[in-house]
Structures are given as structure tokens and as C-alpha cells.
């Protein structure tokens, strides 16, 4: 039988007070320049969701299409060529109502990286 284990020793962080008042100074300013209130309306939210949903799945859909072009270089039967683009095809025309619907263009749909750049 092995004994319990020992408990946990509380960890104490030690707070570095020396520059208290220089940190309370610079929290302050964060502060004030920082708005009381987020305005958020419901119309926005949805936008931005459906923006951000129609990006992912246009992402997706790119990956997909350029899996299934190495897939017809592999060696697809006809019938499987022509299945594989009218799917792709039926996917680009629901991609391109539900970017209607939101009121989105192509360009809208992309996602900033930063210092990556641009997702799509």
C-alpha cells in the first residue's frame, strides 16, 4: 500500500510594490480610454456570426475543392469526376445564396490574421 500523497503546498506570489503607484497610473489611463458601455445590437451580432460562420465554411469548401482536383489527378472513373463537380458546384451555389442572404461579397469573407495576414 502506498501512502497518500502529501497536500499541496499553497503557492504565494509575491507582488513587486515599487512601482504601486506607476502601475496604478498607467491602469487609470487604460481605463479612461476604454468605453463605459459596449453598444451591441442583436443586427451586428448576426452579421458578424454569419460573417465570421461564411468565412470558415468558405475555407472548408476551398480545401475541399482543391482535394478533390488532386483526387480527379489520381484516377476517378468519369462518373465520379462528374458527381465530385456537381457537388462542388451545388456548394458554391448555396455558399453563394447564403452570402446573399447575410449581405456579404466575396471579399467580406476573410478573416485578418495580423502579422499572418489574410486567411482566404
Do not use: W, Y
Not at 500523497?5 to 489611463?29: C, K, N
Not at 445564396?97 to 495576414?117: H, I, N, Y
Amino acid at each position: 500500500m502506498t501512502p497518500p500523497p502529501d497536500p499541496p503546498v499553497p503557492v504565494h506570489h509575491e507582488i513587486d510594490t515599487a512601482h504601486g503607484a506607476e502601475f496604478v497610473s498607467q491602469l487609470g489611463r487604460l481605463t479612461g480610454a476604454l468605453p463605459d458601455r459596449v453598444n451591441i445590437d442583436a443586427e451586428s451580432v448576426e452579421h458578424g456570426l454569419a460573417k465570421l460562420v461564411l468565412t470558415l465554411i468558405e475555407l472548408i469548401r476551398r480545401l475541399l475543392e482543391k482535394q478533390a482536383v488532386r483526387r480527379m489527378e489520381g484516377g476517378l472513373s468519369p462518373e465520379q469526376v462528374e458527381e465530385l463537380g456537381l457537388a462542388l458546384m451545388a456548394l458554391e451555389a448555396k455558399m453563394d445564396e447564403l452570402k446573399a442572404q447575410f449581405g456579404l461579397a466575396e471579399e467580406d469573407l476573410t478573416l485578418d490574421l495580423g502579422p499572418l495576414g489574410r486567411l482566404i
